[in-house]
Nanobody, 122 residues
Framework: VQLQAFGGGLVQAGDSLRLSCAASGRSLSRYVMGWFRQAPGKEREFVVAISRNGDDTYYVESVKGRFIISRNNAKNTVDLQMNSLKPEDTAVYYC????????????????WGQGTEVTVSS
């Protein structure tokens, strides 16, 4: 499956941004989908994941209550609504897919998008 993430940009603290991940090649309904991010000089980290049917979501503590992940298997897309953005959210955001059913473990994700950059100014 090929993934393409887009929607990043430069925003101010407190603003909102919506990232999207579009898939081609296979139906996303087979995969747990996740968003990860990598800030400058830091390792890539888990942000949020959503189960295959969308019923369950998993968030890193720092984004709970601010970020919302959703998916539309019919359209083969996964979105990440990011609200109340903070400067510490600045990173390149990647969408990823894993068929194993895991959520937070980066090494279990088989397919990755190219990343979209989010910059939050204070």
């Amino acid at each position: 499956v090929q993934l393409q993430a887009f929607g990043g940009g430069l925003v101010q603290a407190g603003d909102s941004l919506r990232l999207s991940c579009a898939a081609s090649g296979r139906s996303l309904s087979r995969y747990v989908m996740g968003w990860f991010r990598q800030a400058p000089g830091k390792e890539r980290e888990f942000v949020v994941a959503i189960s295959r049917n969308g019923d369950d979501t998993y968030y890193v503590e720092s984004v709970k209550g601010r970020f919302i992940i959703s998916r539309n298997n019919a359209k083969n897309t996964v979105d990440l609504q990011m609200n109340s953005l903070k400067p510490e959210d600045t990173a390149v955001y990647y969408c990823a897919a894993n068929i194993y059913g895991t959520t937070r473990t980066i090494d279990t994700y088989d397919y990755w998008g190219q990343g979209t950059e989010v910059t939050v100014s204070s």
